[in-house]
């Protein structure tokens, strides 16, 4: 983060960092820079150091910039997808015959990137669950080069200490990498925590409109930004201007969406509990989930998404998710439109007969910032 921004609140960051007017026109919203090449004053005569925009684009680094100011990084990168940005930290932190740590609760594609495409390559993975600190401690060995965390996880909502996690890291000489999409960073700040690198899917809460595709990565550490910034021009998996452009639009009204986000779930969740044909509600803002009191202390408050279980089996919770009609059955999240799915026959599917295995009983929602009436009726005749 610039010194420009360090002391401003994370609203103002969200606005103006990354986001300079225009020195030719005074525009306020940065260009859409849709370029490839640009002219260079002399060989090697670089203007404001742009070459050839799978490199640099002056759009990208203003969403770079921004990304990196509102994680409290040194260095933000954009790509073309969350798991884009996945597959470039990976290659650049291991290599063949290195280990690493992952949720037993954890994204499908995040998965199946590691047991499908990386294992393929020569590195290892064994599963943990994160909530406990002890079995993440057991489960690193010599060859572990990472530690893989998403909190809260997608999507049974598990809670992990990151500051704790960060010590077993830092002792076992390991980098920490978070995925912090369900948060944002405006409910939680993993590199204040120990983090090395936090993991984003901008298609999610800091898109915020369901109408781009992306991802970022951010970490505090230079040299390990040079790394991956070496690694994402010669992978070359980058978010394009337009994208870029998108997904910075959308993170100015960020802090104001989560806010409402979360007021929106808190109501849901309260429904829920009460519903004789729900059987258990994940939410980390009730004090009876386990991972409550370090959600309370990690978190500004407990974001949008809620999981829950229904009598009647896995046909019960897909009629639910069929009977719908406000919350949008589909896949994705983070979105001011209530979405809701079926997890272990879409989003997570490709866990299926594994230990990330879901519960078939299963229900996700992503809570919009609709009026919560509306949701809630919604729900009730969902549920019949």
């Not at 057991?138 to 572990?144: E, F, H, K, L, Q």
């Not at 993991?199 to 790394?227: I, P, Q, R």
């Not at 949008?328 to 997570?348: A, D």
Request: glycine residues 10%; contains cysteine; hydrophobic residues 40%.
């Amino acid at each position: 983060m610039s010194d420009q921004h360090s002391h401003q609140s994370f609203e103002t960051r969200a606005i103006h960092a990354g986001n300079t007017a225009d020195p030719l026109t005074g525009a306020v919203v940065p260009p859409i820079y849709q370029v490839s090449t640009y002219k260079q004053d002399g060989v090697g005569g670089l203007r404001g150091g742009y070459e050839y925009s799978r490199s640099a684009n002056p759009t990208r680094t203003a969403l770079e910039e921004n990304l990196a100011a509102l994680e409290g990084g040194r260095r933000g990168l954009a790509f073309a997808s969350g798991l884009a940005a996945e597959d470039c930290l990976l290659r650049a932190l291991l290599a063949p015959g290195d280990h690493v740590v992952i949720p037993n609760d954890a994204y499908g594609g995040t998965f199946r990137l590691f047991a499908k495409v990386v294992q393929r390559w020569g590195v290892d993975f064994s599963v943990a669950n994160t909530s406990d600190v002890e079995a993440v401690r057991g489960a690193v060995n010599d060859r572990t080069k990472l530690i893989w965390v998403e909190t809260p996880s997608n999507p049974l909502l598990g809670i992990t200490d990151i500051e704790a996690i960060a010590g077993v890291a830092r002792q076992a000489g390991v980098k920490l990498v978070v995925d912090n999409t369900f948060a944002s960073p405006y409910l939680q700040q993993p590199l204040a925590l120990g983090a090395d690198v936090v993991v984003h899917s901008l298609t999610k809460y800091m898109g915020g409109h369901s109408d781009v595709v992306g991802g970022a990565l951010v970490t505090a550490d230079e040299a390990l930004g040079e790394e991956l910034a070496y690694h994402q021009n010669a992978m070359g998996a980058v978010a394009g201007p337009f994208d870029s452009w998108i997904v910075l639009r959308g993170i100015k009204t960020l802090a104001v969406r989560m806010d409402r986000h979360s007021e929106n779930a808190e109501k849901i969740v309260e429904m829920l509990t009460q519903h004789p044909k729900v059987t258990q509600v994940l939410y980390p803002g009730l004090p009876e989930h386990p991972g409550h009191e370090i959600a309370a202390k990690q978190m500004r408050s407990f974001g949008g998404m809620i999981s829950f279980r229904v009598e009647g089996g896995e046909e019960a919770a897909v009629e639910v998710c069929n009977r719908a009609q406000l919350f949008t059955l589909g896949e994705s999240l983070g979105g001011v439109e209530s979405l809701i799915e079926h997890p272990g026959r879409m989003t997570h599917a490709s866990v299926a007969g594994s230990a990330l295995e879901v519960p078939a009983d299963l229900v996700r929602l992503s809570v919009g910032i609709e009026n919560v009436d509306d949701l809630l009726a919604d729900l009730r005749q969902a549920l019949g």
